[in-house]
């Protein structure tokens, strides 16, 4: 059995590829024929990658926390990565985590940060 990281890389990069492959028939067929069930699809692929980040997201969370040994996975990695000067770094990953939490949550405070992050920045 392969590790359990190599099975996520995988398994994320074969559900991507699959959306991306379904999406392109999808826009394709709209071209030529735009009918509500073809936008339907649209939203449901879009959903589905909502979906598959979001998971994929809290699976690491929980590797985190395994590896960490902590309650706080993303706290205590964004800790080391500060202890380590990867600031940059650690900005990266604050705002994936606020735009998970935009995709869970929609428009509220991390909606607000990431505005104001990318209007500032």
Known sequence: MHAFSELVQRGTTFSLNALEAAQQRVVKELQANAVTPLVKTLQIIQLQKAIS?????????AILQDRLQCADGFQDAAAL???????????????????????????????????RVHTSG
């Open 81 to 115: 990565l500060e202890a380590k000067g990867e600031v940059l770094l650690k900005e990266r990953f604050s705002d994936l985590q606020l735009a998970i939490n935009v995709l869970k949550h929609g428009k509220g405070r991390s909606y607000d940060s990431l505005g």
């Open 53 to 61: 980040a979001v998971g994929m997201f809290s699976m690491f969370d």
